[in-house]
């Protein structure tokens, strides 16, 4: 019933931007969280940021000021400046709180993630 596919990830060099993008898409109504979470092979996930619907904003200590999430009401973004190795991860969009069309609802979705590497 929602689809969450995330976009924009790719090779970058130590220092560099990237920007990751992510749309719900299906029969919902509207979304209480967006997140980011990432996942190095061999690490456990690791909660990245969250904003939710009012745009209220947490990052992880290990991004904060490096990092930016913004949202609308089906799509959110991940600004990533300064990115450094220990960045390098799969990107994960996770969505909290749908409200279904026709009134249902679902606790969350998440997409299939989105590799970034940053490597020199």
């Known amino acids: 019933q929602v689809q969450v596919v995330e976009s924009g990830g790719g090779l970058v060099q130590p220092g560099e931007s990237l920007k990751l993008s992510c749309a719900a898409t299906?029969?919902?109504?509207?979304?209480?969280?967006m997140n980011w979470y990432r996942q190095t092979p061999g690490k456990q996930r690791e909660w990245v940021a969250a904003?939710?619907?009012?745009?209220r904003i947490t990052y992880a200590d290990s991004v904060k000021s490096r990092f930016t999430i913004s949202r609308d009401a089906t799509k959110t973004w991940l600004q990533m400046s300064e990115l450094q190795p220990e960045d390098t991860a799969v990107y994960y969009c996770?969505?909290?709180?749908?409200?279904?069309?026709?009134?249902?609802?679902?606790?969350?979705?998440w997409g299939q993630g989105t590799l970034v590497i940053v490597s020199s």
């Open positions: 299906g029969s919902l109504d509207s979304i209480g969280v």
């Open positions: 904003i939710n619907s009012g745009h």
């Open positions: 996770v969505v909290e709180g749908i409200r279904l069309q026709g009134g249902g609802r679902l606790p969350e979705e």
